[in-house]
T-cell receptor, first 115, second 111 residues
């Protein structure tokens, strides 16, 4: 059971480039989400999805796109990378929409540097 | 808007000491509260989840309590070990179903 898998683990981008962070889970979880973690800011929600074909914005969605064509995959796209998007990105999944009692599982993170 | 605060931001203790980490939240209308552990360069591992109707949860040397009315939770670690060194994060489930995190407490347990 692989859990939540994120790729790549490390990436360096130039300002203005685009890229996609991949996230896949093999637990048949309906709920998936992307967070970014910055020093002094904690984890902040970027986008989330409660099922295939359904996505919604979190606290810091600007500059990012997501799609959910399958239950397993939830890619995060950076449209035109900016230095402010240098961060550690975490994908997470859970069964249902985080009902009471449902634990959320995190991937190991993707370290992104924009120069 | 829900805000989650963790105190202290960092804590250093000698091995064997019992310790308490604190978490407070501004909106008591939560569905659950979860404590996580994060090791350097790693993702988050769930330690304990307390439902809004519960007062505490225990797992091994860890005990988490929840007082919804006062907006507080504590994580108690008994007989601390160097392997407990990590950052501990608390998060509450908000009205939209998403987790809102505190900034964490970085714990160092000295041998």
């Amino acid at each position: 059971n692989a859990g939540v898998t994120q790729t790549p683990k490390f990436q360096v981008l130039k300002t203005g480039q685009s890229m996609t962070l991949q996230c896949a889970q093999d637990m048949n979880h309906e709920y998936m989400s992307w967070y970014r973690q910055d020093p002094g800011m904690g984890l902040r929600l970027i986008h989330y999805s409660v099922g295939a074909g359904i996505t919604d914005q979190g606290e810091v969605p600007n500059g990012y796109n997501v799609s959910r064509s399958t239950t397993e995959d939830f890619p995060l796209r950076l449209l035109s990378a900016a230095p402010s998007q240098t961060s550690v990105y975490f994908c997470a999944s859970s069964s249902r929409a985080l009902r009471a009692g449902n634990t959320i599982y995190f991937g190991e993170g993707s370290w992104l540097t924009v120069v | 808007k829900q805000e989650v605060t963790q105190i202290p931001a960092a804590l250093s203790v000698p091995e064997g000491e019992n310790l308490v980490l604190n978490c407070s939240f501004t909106d008591s209308a939560i569905y659950n509260l979860q404590w996580f552990r994060q090791d350097p360069g790693k993702g988050l591992t769930s330690l304990l989840l307390i439902q809004s109707s519960q007062r505490e949860q225990t797992s091994g040397r860890l005990n988490a309590s929840l007082d919804k009315s006062s907006g507080r939770s504590t994580l108690y670690i008994a007989a601390s070990q160097p392997g407990d060194s990590a950052t501990y994060l608390c998060a509450v489930r908000g009205s939209q179903g998403n987790l809102i995190f505190g900034k964490g407490t970085k714990l160092s347990v000295k041998p």
